[in-house]
């Protein structure tokens, strides 16, 4: 497919070459960012992560980020070695060493550290946890509104692997995320276990009704920051929105769709399945939560 898109798609910056990353306390040019085959994230997947937006010298939302982190940390029983505090400075070294104020994304991420042996059990992995920082110049650009295919593949139930875990083993989503590009569309719509629609393979995902917003109950999807930052600005701003179980039939008769990331903060849906959701652009209500979205940025909140 020759004009495929994602909604990570940022315009090319040749300042991301030369780009310094934070390693387990170090500052190191990107060639020489290197982890052990050994690392337990490397060979299991074993690690938790977060995607931070830099706007106008701050991190949005930094401390619903880290509390994400922390509680993903303790629900796989991870040690991550730093503090909060700890963290915010490493993000701000690592900011400041690449010359960074503004449409700049990092990847924080942390893994049970290297393993003493290539097996599965955390025992073995005797030296970590090891931690990285990715940060790159990324202003996002997405030539037209993204085109959705719905997968086979499912978030599961919370006892095979909570879809609330930001971890690094993604191998779901990506299955998903390919099965999507396969059908000729950019990303996965991704059910939940009873057959209502939930989330895509990577954002959040929203339809507007007369008016009305929609999203997933939430109980299989993961917790989006900005999700939740969407919801908070409806209700505040008398804009109806619920939190409820709704099917693929109420999708293809939406008025607007929309996805939501900390990347691309509000993303238009253009078609689902084939068929053109509303004018197939940005819609109205769209448009208004992505002005208010904006507004909160800008304060800094």
Sequence with gaps: MTDHVTTHQAEDDARNAGILIWLNGQLVPRERALVSVYDSGFMLGDGVWEGLRLYNGRWAFVDDHLDRLFEAARAIDLDIGLSRAQLIAALDETQRANGMETDAHARLMVTRGVKARPFQHPSLSRQGPT??????????????????????HVRGLPMSQDPKLNSHSKLNCILACIAAEKAGADEALMLDVHGFVNTTNACNFFIVRRGEVWTSTGDYCMNGITRAKVIDLCRANDIPVFERNFSLVDTYGADEAFLTGTFGAQTPVAT??????????????????????????????
Aim: avoid cysteine; glycine fraction near 10%; aromatic fraction near 2%.
């Design 131 to 152: 931690v990285a920082i990715i940060m790159e110049h990324s202003r996002p650009s997405l030539p037209r509104p993204i085109r959705l295919a719905t997968v086979p």
């Design 272 to 301: 689902v399945d084939g068929r053109q959701v509303g004018t197939g652009e940005m819609g109205p209500v769209t448009e208004r939560i992505r002005a208010l979205y904006k507004a909160l940025v800008a304060e800094g909140a």
